[in-house]
Every structure is written in structure tokens, then in C-alpha cells.
């Protein structure tokens, strides 16, 4: 079993910054790839970021391009979303999610539908 847990969502203005971070735990495999999705009220959950296990694979969605970055330390087994220049439609709930599959380490699957491990969620409020 693998456990993820999320930490550093936050109420913040418009124009600030947050780090969220991503713990995991568990049948951790040294493959893979991690991301974080997001949900807004009365919306689909959504792609934010991915990156493999190597780190030389990292999507975004276009949205976020130029504000957010994420990264992993695979020693300590935590991946972090840095988020600059938040916007008022950046307001959601972000999720950690994970797929040890070695077949998507090439190119880490933007679909929640890919993704079997989630975390229970950190909500990001940006005020206008």
C-alpha cells in the first residue's frame, strides 16, 4: 500500500506564493511518475504538473506554464509544487497522485484516469 500526504496549501493574495510538498510512503517503487492535480468547487479534477522518477520528464498544463514548478528528491521520497504569481482561478483543492509503472516513466500520464495513488488533498485559496 502507499500513502501520500500533502502539506502547505494556504489562503494567500493574489500575486503571492505557495510550496506545496507531497510525502510518500509505503511499496514506494524507484519508477514511475508523480504529480499533482487540483479541483475546483463544482469542477473535474485536473492536470497541474507531473515528473518522472529520473526528473527529466515534466509536463505542465498550460495554465500554470511560467508559475509553477515541481520537483522530487526521490531520497526522501517527496515531490513539491512551487507555485509563484497565484491567481484567484488557482483556488482548489491539490492532490498528490503517483503511478509506479515503469512503462509511463518516458512519458508521465497527464489523465487522473492513469493514476491509482492519491492523497487526501490541500486546499489553495487565492483572494483577489
Known amino acids: 500500500q502507499v500513502q501520500l500526504v500533502e502539506s502547505g496549501g494556504g489562503l494567500v493574495q493574489a500575486g503571492g506564493s505557495l510550496k506545496l510538498s507531497c510525502s510518500a510512503s509505503g511499496r514506494v517503487y524507484s519508477t514511475g511518475a508523480m504529480g499533482w492535480f487540483r479541483q475546483a468547487p463544482g469542477k473535474e479534477r485536473e492536470f497541474v504538473a507531473v515528473?518522472?522518477?529520473?526528473?527529466?520528464?515534466?509536463f505542465y498544463t498550460d495554465s500554470v506554464k511560467g508559475r509553477a514548478t515541481i520537483s522530487r528528491d526521490n531520497a526522501k521520497k517527496t515531490v513539491d509544487l512551487q507555485m509563484n504569481s497565484l491567481k484567484p482561478e488557482d483556488t482548489a483543492v491539490y492532490y498528490c497522485?503517483?503511478?509506479?509503472?515503469?512503462?509511463?516513466?518516458?512519458?508521465?500520464?497527464?489523465?487522473?484516469?492513469?493514476?491509482?495513488?492519491w492523497g487526501q488533498g490541500t486546499q489553495v485559496t487565492v483572494s483577489s
Open positions: 497522485t503517483a503511478n509506479f509503472d515503469p512503462g509511463v516513466s518516458l512519458i508521465p500520464p497527464t489523465s487522473k484516469d492513469e493514476y491509482k495513488y
Open positions: 515528473i518522472n522518477w529520473r526528473g527529466d520528464r515534466i
